[in-house]
């Protein structure tokens, strides 16, 4: 077994550069086991399997299967009663392509790829070319391009002018508002912290993502009472007091400094109040069944008859799944699971959004194993969704917000391990088959002037930091399309090149609570 410790100081850098990288604070000390391997499979393929496709009846066969299939697919015109969206974190294409190896084998697919309809997303933001989580969550998710670094306000909103967040003008509801105001339930799930920006796109309306706790609008010299932080926004804001459903990680924010967490973790909330006991409080007046819960045990045994359920694993962000304990902390699959059971539970229908957050957070370290197996866990909780509904009645919409600069590139041979070598490169040296544009992996020439090429044994490890070609403390997004995989109710519109923010108009019209087109039932024979 081997140990290997890293600390992360990225706070500082993003301070100085303003630059838009998610990891903003010190992280602790983690300790990993590179024995648990549980996604990845790296196998010989069998000498039936490599007889199989030497054959061109094979691929001729199969190639017929796909077109009958395609042929035999009756679209889907009903009204979507549940809509939900899974949002991988920096899932770009290259990543989902690596992860089919990664469990497998290049032919293999994740869940989602089944699904009958995809397209493309085109990610940019009203002031930048590469998109952050902030304001691409504030386009999937509220259907409006904004500027970088801003959540749920439209682009005549500044990065941190707290007067232009205040104008209820520039305010830009999210789709789970869009349900909401039709009666129907709403939740999120994710691995980051609850206040992140992706989740945050679901509920907050905020000039700048780092707002999480009334602390940072301190630091950036400004008046929390207001300049709302994001975690009371979540308590108390007109959507976030109205989700049935809150899954995952980010205790501290909603945690006086002077109170510790029920795993020791202090608190960073500079106004002494306790949002986890104002929730409860506020949930026992409005007279619902509610749960707070913090660890896998209890979520597990939530009550099917509970309607408001807020769930924190973590103080931070939560584990990654390589390197959770599997006792205390559950899987995404696991919180997708508990919240469907919940948002199920009236007959109403729903919206849930369910983010896969480490993928990027991974990437941005250049730590390829992780970001991969996060990928992973993330088609399992899609899995997950797909057992727990019907087809016929939810539309399942799973994309990514913005890509990262992973390529999976040179000419390996099939079956190949995707954490190896692709070959010699031109100075007689091996080079790898993932590598990054830029990031902490880069690696200076060596005294001799040749290539520092990683061993084996480095690659191997899951906090290996794959080689980049640009030093930067952390990698950074991509500006390439990302892709939409849809099915269920509509989910033949979701496809072509689109801009990213035309998805939740997508969502809002296949479910029939749009704003802009309404639904007749004449929309629907069209
Ligand atoms: C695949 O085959 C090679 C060469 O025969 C062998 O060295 C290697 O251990 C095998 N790998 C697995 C995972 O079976
Ligand atoms: C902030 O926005 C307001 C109006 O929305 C504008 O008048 C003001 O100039 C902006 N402040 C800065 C510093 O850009
Ligand atoms: C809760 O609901 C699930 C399925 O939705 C069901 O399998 C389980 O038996 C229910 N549990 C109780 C205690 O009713
Ligand atoms: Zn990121």
């Given at each position: 077994?081997?140990?290997?410790?890293?600390?992360?100081?990225?706070?500082?850098?993003?301070?100085?550069?303003g630059?838009?990288?998610?990891?903003?604070?010190?992280?602790?000390?983690?300790?990993?086991?590179?024995?648990?391997?549980?996604?990845?499979?790296?196998?010989?393929?069998?000498?039936?399997?490599?007889?199989?496709?030497?054959?061109?009846?094979?691929?001729?066969?199969?190639?017929?299967?796909?077109?009958?299939?395609?042929?035999?697919?009756?679209?889907?015109?009903?009204?979507?009663?549940?809509?939900?969206?899974?949002?991988?974190?920096?899932?770009?294409?290259?990543?989902?392509?690596?992860?089919?190896?990664?469990?497998?084998?290049?032919?293999?697919?994740?869940?989602?790829?089944?699904?009958?309809?995809?397209?493309?997303?085109?990610?940019?933001?009203?002031?930048?070319?590469?998109?952050?989580?902030?304001?691409?969550?504030?386009?999937?998710?509220?259907?409006?391009?904004?500027?970088?670094?801003?959540?749920?306000?439209?682009?005549?909103?500044?990065?941190?002018?707290?007067?232009?967040?205040?104008?209820?003008?520039?305010?830009?509801?999210?789709?789970?508002?869009?349900?909401?105001?039709?009666?129907?339930?709403?939740?999120?799930?994710?691995?980051?912290k609850?206040?992140?920006?992706?989740?945050?796109?679901?509920?907050?309306?905020?000039?700048?993502?780092?707002?999480?706790?009334d602390?940072?609008v301190?630091?950036?010299?400004?008046?929390?009472?207001?300049?709302?932080?994001?975690a009371?926004?979540?308590?108390?804001?007109?959507?976030?007091?109205?989700?049935?459903?809150?899954?995952?990680?980010?205790?501290?924010?909603?945690l006086?400094?002077?109170?510790?967490?029920?795993?020791?973790?202090?608190?960073?909330?500079?106004?002494?109040?306790?949002?986890?006991?104002?929730?409860?409080k506020?949930?026992?007046?409005?007279?619902v069944?509610?749960?707070?819960?913090?660890?896998?045990?209890?979520?597990?045994?939530?009550?099917?008859?509970?309607?408001?359920?807020?769930?924190?694993?973590?103080?931070?962000?939560?584990?990654?799944?390589?390197?959770?304990?599997?006792?205390?902390?559950?899987s995404?699959?696991?919180?997708?699971?508990?919240?469907?059971?919940v948002?199920?539970?009236?007959?109403?229908?729903?919206?849930?959004?369910?983010?896969?957050?480490?993928?990027?957070?991974?990437?941005?370290?250049?730590?390829?194993?992780?970001?991969?197996?996060?990928?992973?866990?993330?088609?399992?909780?899609?899995?997950?969704?797909?057992?727990?509904?019907?087809?016929?009645?939810?539309?399942?919409?799973?994309?990514?917000?913005?890509?990262?600069?992973?390529?999976?590139?040179?000419?390996?041979?099939?079956?190949?391990?995707?954490?190896?070598?692709?070959?010699?490169?031109?100075?007689?040296?091996?080079?790898?088959?993932?590598?990054?544009?830029?990031?902490?992996?880069?690696?200076?020439?060596?005294?001799?002037g040749?290539?520092?090429?990683?061993?084996?044994?480095?690659?191997?490890?899951?906090?290996?930091?794959?080689?980049?070609?640009?030093?930067?403390?952390?990698e950074?997004?991509?500006?390439?399309?990302?892709?939409?995989?849809?099915?269920?109710?509509?989910?033949?519109?979701?496809?072509?090149?689109?801009?990213?923010?035309?998805?939740?108009?997508?969502?809002?019209?296949?479910?029939?609570?749009?704003?802009?087109?309404?639904c007749?039932?004449?929309?629907?024979?069209?």
């Amino acid at each position: 077994m081997m140990f290997v410790c890293y600390l992360l100081f990225i706070g500082l850098y993003v301070q100085v550069l303003g630059h838009p990288a998610e990891i903003n604070e010190i992280e602790e000390e983690v300790e990993f086991d590179v024995d648990a391997f549980p996604n990845r499979v790296v196998r010989n393929r069998t000498q039936e399997e490599i007889d199989k496709e030497i054959r061109k009846d094979y691929w001729i066969n199969h190639a017929t299967m796909t077109i009958q299939e395609k042929l035999s697919r009756k679209l889907n015109r009903n009204t979507a009663k549940n809509v939900i969206l899974f949002l991988g974190d920096g899932m770009s294409i290259p990543t989902v392509a690596a992860t089919r190896v990664y469990i497998g084998g290049e032919e293999k697919e994740l869940t989602f790829e089944k699904f009958p309809f995809t397209g493309l997303s085109k990610t940019y933001c009203v002031d930048h070319q590469t998109a952050d989580s902030a304001c691409s969550a504030t386009a999937y998710l509220g259907g409006v391009k904004a500027n970088l670094g801003t959540i749920g306000v439209s682009a005549a909103v500044s990065k941190k002018n707290c007067t232009a967040m205040n104008d209820p003008e520039n305010h830009v509801d999210s789709i789970a508002r869009l349900f909401q105001l039709k009666g129907k339930r709403s939740g999120l799930v994710t691995n980051t912290k609850v206040t992140h920006a992706s989740p945050a796109g679901v509920y907050a309306h905020t000039a700048y993502r780092n707002w999480e706790s009334d602390t940072s609008v301190l630091k950036s010299g400004l008046d929390p009472t207001t300049c709302q932080d994001i975690a009371r926004q979540l308590i108390f804001g007109d959507t976030g007091k109205n989700l049935q459903v809150i899954l995952g990680g980010g205790r501290k924010k909603f945690l006086p400094k002077e109170e510790v967490d029920e795993e020791g973790k202090r608190g960073e909330r500079s106004d002494g109040a306790n949002l986890i006991e104002e929730w409860k409080k506020q949930k026992e007046r409005a007279g619902v069944r509610f749960e707070y819960v913090w660890n896998r045990e209890q979520l597990l045994h939530v009550q099917n008859d509970t309607e408001y359920l807020l769930g924190l694993f973590s103080s931070s962000h939560m584990d990654y799944n390589l390197e959770r304990d599997r006792d205390s902390d559950p899987s995404l699959a696991e919180m997708t699971e508990a919240a469907i059971r919940v948002l199920s539970g009236g007959d109403e229908g729903f919206f849930l959004f369910v983010e896969g957050g480490r993928i990027d957070t991974a990437h941005h370290d250049t730590f390829a194993q992780k970001a991969l197996d996060e990928t992973a866990e993330f088609s399992k909780a899609v899995q997950m969704a797909l057992e727990m509904t019907d087809e016929e009645d939810t539309l399942i919409v799973v994309t990514s917000d913005h890509a990262h600069t992973m390529s999976y590139a040179g000419y390996a041979g099939r079956g190949s391990d995707i954490f190896g070598y692709a070959g010699e490169a031109s100075d007689r040296n091996l080079y790898t088959i993932l590598n990054y544009a830029n990031g902490p992996g880069y690696r200076p020439l060596m005294e001799t002037g040749q290539r520092s090429v990683p061993t084996a044994d480095e690659m191997n490890q899951v906090g290996f930091k794959w080689p980049s070609t640009y030093p930067l403390q952390s990698e950074t997004h991509g500006a390439d399309d990302v892709g939409v995989y849809a099915r269920g109710p509509w989910s033949h519109l979701f496809t072509g090149v689109m801009e990213e923010n035309v998805l939740p108009h997508l969502m809002a019209f296949a479910a029939c609570v749009s704003r802009e087109l309404p639904c007749d039932s004449s929309k629907k024979e069209a």
